[in-house]
């Protein structure tokens, strides 16, 4: 079956850029979106289609996937962006959606 | 405004059966096909299982297939998932989640509030 990999945590110093990584295996063939949950909260769609925003997510987050790595950047990165971030495909091979493992983000 | 309220969680025996339950307003619910994810406690995001926007198909994570069934009822704008012969590892909250489109493109772009589900002896 199809694996996502994320690294379990990220840090970076407010006003500075976060990027947030996703591995699979050709990746890059497919689309990925990203979703955004704070604690005991349902998760929120924050990029999709790689790197398209829904209404209401601002401009500093943005997405990009080539090769084995799709990548959340976050820009300007505030206090409120602490949340646990998580990837997502569709592995047509099995019918199933596939997560990532989810990446914890800190702001410090 | 588009909402969807998951319900129908609570405290059940290992073996025996829930049917969870998501309400859609504000969107026409019947144009979208529907998901399901949960979230064991303290783990990340599970998918659970997805159904087009008339019905007409579904798939099942392995971990539920042939003990959950998904459905909706286009008529009344609900969503549903019967879950039988639950184990331990079913704990989680639930949640149910629009896909972007009627024949899904596994977009989740709208989430109900999630429902908790317990299961122990």
């Known amino acids: 079956s199809y694996v996502l990999t994320q690294p379990p945590s990220v840090s970076v110093a407010p006003g500075q850029t976060a990027r947030i990584t996703c591995g699979g295996t050709?990746?890059?063939?497919?689309?990925v979106p990203w979703y955004q949950q704070k604690p005991g909260q349902a998760p929120v769609l924050v990029v999709y289609d790689d790197s398209d925003r829904p209404s209401g997510i601002p401009e500093r987050f943005s997405g990009s996937n080539s090769g084995n790595t799709a990548t959340l950047t976050i820009s300007r990165v505030e206090a409120g962006d602490e949340a646990d971030y998580y990837c997502?495909?569709?592995?047509?091979?099995?019918?199933?959606?596939?997560f990532g493992g989810g990446t914890k983000l800190t702001v410090l | 405004q588009v909402q969807l309220v998951d319900s129908g969680g609570g405290v059940v025996q290992p073996g025996r059966s829930l049917r969870l339950s998501c309400a859609a307003s504000?969107?026409?619910?019947?144009?979208?096909?529907m998901h399901w994810v949960r979230q064991a406690p303290g783990k990340g995001l599970e998918w659970v299982s997805v159904i087009w926007y008339d019905g007409s198909n579904k798939h099942y994570a392995d971990s539920v297939k042939g003990r959950f069934t998904i459905s909706r009822d286009n008529s009344k704008n609900t969503l549903n998932l019967q879950m039988n012969s639950l184990r331990a590892e079913d704990t989680a909250v639930y949640y149910c989640a629009r896909d972007r489109r009627d024949v899904p493109i596994f977009v989740m772009d709208v989430w109900g509030q999630g429902t908790t589900v317990t299961v122990s002896s």
């Open positions: 050709n990746i890059g063939s497919k689309s």
């Open positions: 504000g969107f026409i619910f019947k144009n979208y096909g």
């Open positions: 997502q495909v569709w592995d047509s091979s099995s019918d199933h959606v596939v």
